[in-house]
């Protein structure tokens, strides 16, 4: 039987791909185009019987091969019994998935029996994924799959892009990072010192005629807008904290000497 002993034996990663592709379509045959003819041939009364795919790109289903271990890997046993018990697309489904994984194991045999190295193995599944498999045909997933290609690689691109958009704005925070300190803290006394040297830098004490100091409390006079130490006024933070409008010693017509 030809599906069982063949005497075409594929040497290189090219044959082994041209034997794949000839067993391919005969399947593909047997589960569309010639569906009804195999549908007929899978009788459930006969015994177990394989759909063979062969180089010469025809199928038959036939007995599995007598010899053991048989020449080549087999199909699945008995797919006839299945043929009446269940839905006849899912039948053909359940098919070409088995159809699937005999084409590989066949054409992986034959890389095995002849030696083929990592580069030439990685080849041939290159080519062969390169392919719709049985199973995309016979549900219709490989014309769905080939519509979607344009758009998949158009959309591929922009994610691309946006990875690369985000890339490189968390390449510019990291470093802005670096830099200033943390913002919770330090930027906002950051942002308070300079409203303090906006506001003080340059501020001599209206009492004692020193420069303004970042650790020392100052309170401004409401009526002079002039900055005194609190230590000069002899005002405290707390006390301030209950002076709705704060008069200095010479708007309030009182003199304090400085403590």
């Given at each position: 039987m030809?599906?069982?002993?063949?005497p075409?034996?594929?040497?290189?990663?090219?044959?082994?791909?041209?034997?794949?592709?000839?067993?391919?379509?005969?399947?593909?045959?047997?589960?569309?185009?010639?569906?009804?003819?195999?549908?007929?041939?899978?009788?459930?009364?006969?015994?177990?019987?394989?759909?063979?795919?062969?180089?010469?790109?025809?199928?038959?289903?036939?007995l599995p091969a007598e010899e053991v271990?048989?020449?080549?890997?087999?199909p699945a046993l008995g797919i006839n019994f299945a043929r009446d018990g269940m839905e006849e697309k899912d039948w053909l489904t359940?098919?070409?998935?088995?159809?699937?994984?005999?084409?590989?194991?066949?054409?992986?045999y034959f890389g095995a029996r002849f030696g083929f190295g990592k580069n030439e193995r990685r080849k041939l599944f290159s080519m062969i994924n390169d392919l719709p498999t049985i199973y995309e045909v016979v549900t219709g997933n490989a014309k769905s799959q080939s519509r979607e290609k344009t758009p998949n690689s158009s959309s591929k691109s922009k994610s691309n892009t946006k990875m690369q958009s985000r890339q490189s704005e968390s390449h510019t925070k990291g470093s802005s990072k670096s830099q200033p300190p943390p913002k919770d803290e330090d930027d906002e006394s950051g942002e308070e010192e300079d409203e303090d040297e906006d506001e003080h830098g340059n501020?001599?004490?209206?009492?004692?005629?020193?420069?303004y100091a970042n650790d020392e409390f100052w309170i401004c006079?409401?009526?002079?807008?002039?900055?005194?130490?609190?230590?000069?006024?002899?005002?405290?933070?707390?006390?301030?904290?209950?002076?709705?409008?704060?008069?200095c010693p010479?708007?309030?017509g009182t003199k304090r000497g400085r403590v």
């Open positions: 030809e599906g069982a002993s063949m075409y034996n594929p040497r290189t990663v090219e044959e082994v791909f041209k034997d794949f592709r000839g067993r391919r379509a005969g399947m593909v045959k047997a589960l569309t185009t010639d569906v009804k003819l195999f549908y007929e041939s899978c009788d459930p009364e006969k015994e177990n019987l394989c759909l063979y795919g062969l180089p010469n790109e025809t199928w038959e289903v036939n271990p048989p020449e080549l890997p087999e359940l098919v070409a998935v088995h159809s699937d994984a005999w084409l590989l194991a066949v054409a992986f501020t001599l004490c209206g009492s004692c005629g020193e420069y006079c409401d009526v002079c807008e002039k900055w005194f130490h609190g230590k000069c006024v002899r005002i405290t933070p707390a006390r301030a904290e209950h002076i709705k409008q704060y008069k010479s708007c309030s």
